[in-house]
């Protein structure tokens, strides 16, 4: 059913937020700082606030401001006791805790999101946003927040999305220097990315293959291994490490990890799988 929803920040995030509900037919009011990117949503008949405080008179408020410091300021402008915000900026855990502190200070329902997906991704099936707070009022929303993409609902800590959100982008950030410093490596050798990058594909459903077992290892303890101990994957690491040197690029990336592996080998984790290095990392 048709709900009434505020959209506070109609920055790129914000404006595919705001366009996803219209989309669905809700009955949405904006802010932004700067009131001129409202245009083409007004034309799709949204309504402009002209203070925060105006998008505050609805089922549901999401924010999606550039950072927490910029968003604060405008929360406390908005006047959202009794109401449910559904907090959409990027920040640390302990940044949402604060602000479901604050939340809760000023009778506020608090919902805290990460959104795993772009922009033009928001309201396709493939876009999935991170949820943790007060389950009563994600479940009151639910409906509004599925049409922005797929609801995962992760616990009542305010703080576990951003975690995860972290989590999932380090993954994410690791993969793509990975494949940054691949692309430089064939590319030394006059190898263009469209000839790489297929095989890097495959190779990264290859690799995806092998995080249940990681998984199972780091959660069992158990770093008993059939398949590659961590000293052959050590030695690996030198010899990627030498072979960018030796082809003129950088070698930050491989870099950084065979740091991290040799510190786990010297730990005394040489004969066990790649799993062990997480004992290392903690
Ligand atoms: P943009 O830079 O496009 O938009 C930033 C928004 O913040 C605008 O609405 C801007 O207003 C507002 N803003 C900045 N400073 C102030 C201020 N001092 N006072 C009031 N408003 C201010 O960023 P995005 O839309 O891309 O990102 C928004 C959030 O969404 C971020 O936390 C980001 O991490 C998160 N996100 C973004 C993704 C993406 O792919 N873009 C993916 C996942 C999460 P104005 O228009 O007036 O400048």
Known sequence: ????????????????????????????????????????????????????????????????????????????????????????????PEQARGVAKWASSQGIDYVDGVIMAVPQGIGTPGARILYSGSETAFDTQRAVLEVLGEPVFLGEDAGLAALYDLALLGIMWSTMGGYLHALALVGSEGVAPDRFTPMALNWLTAVGGFLPGIGAQVASGDYETEVSALDINAAGLAMLVETSRAQGIGATVPAALKELFDRAVASGHGAHAIASVIEEIR
Request: glycine share 12%; hydrophobic share 45%; with cysteine.
């Open 1 to 92: 059913s048709k709900k009434r929803v505020g959209v506070l920040g109609l920055g790129r995030m914000g404006a595919a937020l705001a366009g996803a509900l219209l989309g669905a037919g809700h009955d949405v009011v904006v802010w932004n700082r700067s009131p001129l990117k409202a245009g083409p949503l007004l034309d799709r008949g949204a309504r402009l606030a002209a203070t925060p405080a105006e998008a505050a008179d609805a089922d549901v408020v999401l924010s999606c401001l550039s950072t927490y410091d910029t968003q604060q300021p405008v929360l406390d402008a908005t006047e959202l006791s009794g109401r449910t915000l559904v907090n959409l900026t990027s920040g640390t």
